[in-house]
């Protein structure tokens, strides 16, 4: 592939972002996009540069040449829109979380090997060089056996019951939207856990804040909290018997990472700037497999994305919450 042609479902705020992302990598095409009204998809395109405009998005899993599709659409959206894309033999990066509930998601990745195409989590924090760095650091062994993490993502959102976030019918709620990334990052660097012990303030069918503790036989702990009622840094820590390492504010987008002896002195503290938006990260390793043919991408895998889906199936049991239509 020279060039790789991308199209984009939906025109909200992310996927503005991700454009501007898009824009800004010599490798992609920006080859057509879709929105619910072609005014809407039109103008977009225009904002953009992409090449077509499509007022469905099924239009433009038909009939566009794009190689890959961006779906960025609420979450009660992903499981169709990603099954149209990939029935209309598109490869696909679906913003996270990629559907309300593992029952969808299975059936998103027996289609997509199916039909022998690529699918992956827009999970972009695992793209990131600060992530990245961690996992460095961590698999060379420089903090030693992980025994506690801390993350937490939580911000002050007023209640708008017209926003997606606060709509159950739109899988809302902080739970799919925010919280799933501490969740990802304890799972990322401990596995499962062994006991999942969680409870969230549920408001008209959303939850509105949770915490969470997993728990591991070998004694390592992970305390994780997400929310739309107050502002917190939201950083995070990963402790271990050697040292422990640290993400910035934002440890989801964070563009500092360091890492500690186990005194609490500072052995590295590393920046990497972004060079456009953070969004960039993703788009390149989404190139990068395209170009190797792969059907997955080894920063962020099926098996765990699947498992981070189970752990939030777990949670929303615990609670009682379940969202229209399961």
């Known amino acids: 592939m020279d060039k790789i042609k991308w199209g984009i479902i939906g025109t909200g705020k992310i996927a503005h972002k991700f454009a501007e992302a898009l824009k800004g990598c010599a490798d992609a095409e920006l080859c057509a996009v879709a929105s619910r009204t072609l005014e809407k998809a039109q103008d977009f395109a225009a904002e953009y540069g992409f090449a077509e405009a499509y007022g469905s998005y099924k239009e433009l899993a038909e009939n566009s040449d794009a190689d890959v599709v961006y779906i960025a659409t609420p979450m009660s959206c992903h499981y169709a829109d990603s099954m149209l894309c990939l029935n209309c033999g598109k490869h696909v990066l679906c913003e996270k979380s990629v559907t309300i509930n593992s029952r969808q998601l299975d059936t998103i990745f027996q289609t997509a090997r199916y039909k022998g195409l690529f699918f992956m989590e827009a999970m972009w924090m695992k793209c990131r060089p600060t992530y990245l760095k961690a996992k460095e650091w961590v698999n060379q062994g420089r903090i030693g056996e992980i025994t506690y993490i801390k993350a937490d993502f939580s911000n002050d959102i007023p209640w708008d019951s017209n926003d997606r976030l606060f709509r159950p019918d739109c899988g809302g709620g902080s739970l799919l939207d925010l919280t799933m990334y501490p969740i990802t990052i304890a799972h990322d660097f401990l596995g499962n856990p062994d006991e999942i012990i969680s409870s969230a303030l549920i408001r008209d069918g959303i939850d509105l804040s949770e915490n969470i503790v997993f ?12 929310g739309f009622e107050y502002k917190l840094r939201n950083n995070a820590i990963i402790s271990g018997t050697d040292g422990f390492i640290t993400f910035g504010d934002y440890f989801h987008c964070t563009d500092e990472v ?20 953070g969004y960039e990260y993703e788009i390149e390793e989404v190139h990068r497999c ?25 949670c929303r049991k615990q609670w009682g919450l379940v969202f229209p239509g399961e």
Do not use: Q, W
């Open 258 to 277: 360091k890492l500690f002896d186990r005194d609490g002195k500072i052995i590295e503290d590393l920046r990497f700037p972004d060079r456009i938006n």
């Open 290 to 314: 395209l170009r190797e043919n792969l059907s997955e991408s080894p920063l962020v895998p099926h098996n765990a994305t699947a498992d981070v889906m189970k752990i939030m199936d777990t």
């Open 215 to 226: 728990r591991y036989n070998n004694g390592a702990n992970a305390y994780l909290f997400g």
